[in-house]
């Protein structure tokens, strides 16, 4: 009787087990970029992310970290230890103070300079959300960010 009780205990736990491996990953996009005051030769920003849910089930996080290339190159990294939930099925903003640092900013001058004019360049965002119960969530996004129409 105890070895069948046990059979049957181990069954339930992986089932239970395959179960939670089957989440689809989160997606994030790039929802906004805001500016905030600086200090020195470096700009910062808030990144306004969109955490979207696909699964039953409510996505906690305790803390953010992103990188943020553009145009092939590093520009701006930052971490936030913003803690919430994204629910199930559902979305969030989240705000990420990020900063860009003069040499990023020169190397993206310097790249933009020696090609031909362009109206958007391309991105990618990749990172991660901390500490919730099922450990990192990590994330990548690519996209292309729209520049303003040049003076003439």
């Known amino acids: 009787m105890p070895r069948l009780l046990v059979t049957l205990l181990s069954i339930l736990v992986l089932a239970g087990c395959a179960s939670l491996g089957q989440?689809?990953?989160?997606?994030?996009?790039?929802?906004?970029?805001?500016?905030?005051?600086?200090?020195?030769?470096?700009?910062?920003?808030?990144?306004?992310?969109?955490?979207l849910n696909p699964n039953d089930r409510a996505v906690s996080y305790d803390g953010v970290a992103l990188n943020l290339e553009v145009n092939g190159q590093p520009l701006a990294y930052g971490v936030s230890d913003e803690r919430g939930e994204v629910p199930r099925f559902g979305e969030t903003v989240?705000?990420?103070?990020?900063?860009i640092s003069a040499f990023s900013m020169f190397r993206q001058a310097w790249g933009l300079s020696s090609k031909a004019p362009r109206q958007s360049l391309p991105y990618r965002l990749s990172g991660k959300l901390g500490g919730g119960p099922f450990g990192v969530e990590r994330f990548n996004a690519e996209g292309e960010l729209s520049l303003p129409p040049l003076v003439r």
């Open 94 to 99: 989240i705000s990420v103070p990020v900063t």
């Open 23 to 51: 989440q689809e990953p989160l997606r994030v996009d790039l929802a906004g970029l805001d500016p905030m005051p600086s200090e020195g030769m470096e700009m910062r920003f808030a990144v306004k992310l969109r955490v």
